[in-house]
């Protein structure tokens, strides 16, 4: 099999809509048919478009940031490397090509293949203190806007610097302690205008407040019967998304936090756990 990894043409945009259909499958695939790609790279085998990186460029807080916006490849490819190559030459032409600051992309949490493979380029999976201390918090906040991130509950956000050094600086530190505590503030806060339009906020507030934590302890207890460690972990993408169902719908719709394994692997054992 030859693979051509190329520049996406004008008429690429349909094919690639249809194959990131077929990838993602399910709902979020139907959601894929929405994309209008301006900036990717294809890859190619026999003239047939087989899997697509999205990118975008974005000038922010004074830096030059790209956006791998979305990866992926034909599952009738699947095991022939073509995910590893696209995201490998991806990464290579945001930083030699286009010479960006900074690499960022968002992951759904338990997409463990595509975080994988960012991981494995040098990406960590970054804190919202330290990339608004690298980009000032006007620059954050259209950054979340531009990449529509604060509508994608339940994904993790990453980035990448030029070295390993700069990049560990950004990455966020595994305190279930102090996750816990930026779960319930940010739960609460996110929370305030579906409790505002209550007759009884006061009394929802502390039956959300026991929701959450027991959420948060059965999922400790479960980590319990397990012999690997476990980390408790907010996602903070969503939030804006779950602001305005609270405001506009009066619904609650919470922002995703979970415990997850320090390292994964594909065995029997840890699937059970």
Not at 31 to 41: D, E, N, V
Not at 186 to 205: E, K, N, T
């Amino acid at each position: 099999m030859e693979l051509l990894i190329r520049q996406m043409q004008p008429g690429d945009a349909p094919e690639m809509r249809w194959l990131a259909k077929k990838a993602f499958g399910g709902i979020e695939g139907w959601f894929m048919l929405l994309i209008r790609p301006k900036t990717a790279l294809v890859a190619v085998v026999d003239e047939k478009i087989v899997g697509g990186f999205v990118y975008k460029i974005s000038r922010n807080g004074g830096k030059k940031i790209g956006f791998a916006s979305l990866f992926f490849a034909d599952p009738d490819f699947k095991g022939q490397g073509i995910g590893k190559r696209l995201t490998e030459e991806g990464i290579r032409h945001l930083w030699d090509i286009e010479g960006c600051d900074a690499l960022v992309t968002y992951v759904r949490d338990d997409n463990v293949a595509s975080w994988g493979a960012f991981e494995k380029q040098g990406f960590v999976n970054a804190s919202f203190p330290a990339v608004t201390k690298l980009l000032g918090l006007f620059g954050m906040a259209k950054l979340y806007i531009e990449m529509a991130y604060a509508f994608s509950i339940g994904h993790d956000f990453y980035i990448a610097m030029p070295d390993e050094a700069a990049t560990r600086q950004h990455a966020k530190k595994r305190n279930s302690g102090v996750q816990f505590a930026a779960y319930l503030l940010v739960q609460l806060l996110l929370s305030i205008p579906f409790l505002l339009a209550s007759s009884a906020p006061v009394a929802l507030l502390k039956g959300l407040t026991l929701l959450l934590l027991g959420h948060a302890l059965a999922g400790y207890a479960g980590t319990l019967f397990s012999r690997r460690t476990w980390h408790f972990r907010l996602t903070t993408g969503g939030a804006l998304l779950c602001l305005l169902f609270g405001a506009v719908n009066r619904w609650f719709i919470p922002i995703i936090a979970s415990w997850y394994p320090d390292h994964y692997e594909n065995t029997p054992r840890f699937k059970r756990d």
